[in-house]
């Protein structure tokens, strides 16, 4: 399995990011992908995750209404788009699948692969 974070930069406070996450790989139809985020000097932190067997997604509350998840299964592609940032959302923000979940969670340590991670910087 590989997948490739991009769409990271510099965006000023109150404005807009999509990142996206290109997949590959997957010998299984059931899995999930989800999206992190790790600030400098803090634990990795869980987004957003979507199931790819039926599209529904679980979204951290403190992020809700903020970032929202999709998917273009046609070109295995994950998006979170992500609208009034802030600069607290400065971040390495990592995708990452897990196979056959069970449950749509965002439990970092249960989750198989990883992606790159891609930089978002918010400036006030």
């Known amino acids: 399995v590989q997948l490739q974070a991009s769409g990271g930069g510099l965006v000023q406070a109150g404005g807009s990011l999509r990142l996206s996450c290109a997949a590959s790989?997957?010998?299984?139809?059931?899995?999930?992908i989800g999206w992190f985020r790790q600030a400098p000097g803090k634990e990795r932190e869980g987004v957003s995750c979507?199931?790819?067997?039926?599209?529904?997604?679980y979204t951290a509350d403190s992020m809700k209404g903020r970032f929202t998840i999709s998917s273009d299964n046609a070109k295995n592609t994950v998006y979170l788009q992500m609208n009034s940032l802030k600069p607290e959302d400065t971040a390495v923000y990592y995708c990452?699948?897990?196979?056959?979940?069970?449950?749509?969670?965002?439990?970092?340590?249960?989750?198989?692969?990883w992606g790159q991670g891609t930089l978002v910087t918010v400036s006030s």
């Open positions: 979507i199931s790819s067997s039926n599209g529904i997604t």
């Open positions: 990452a699948a897990v196979i056959n979940p069970h449950i749509l969670h965002l439990l970092v340590p249960l989750y198989d692969y």
């Open positions: 790989g997957f010998t299984s139809d059931d899995y999930a």
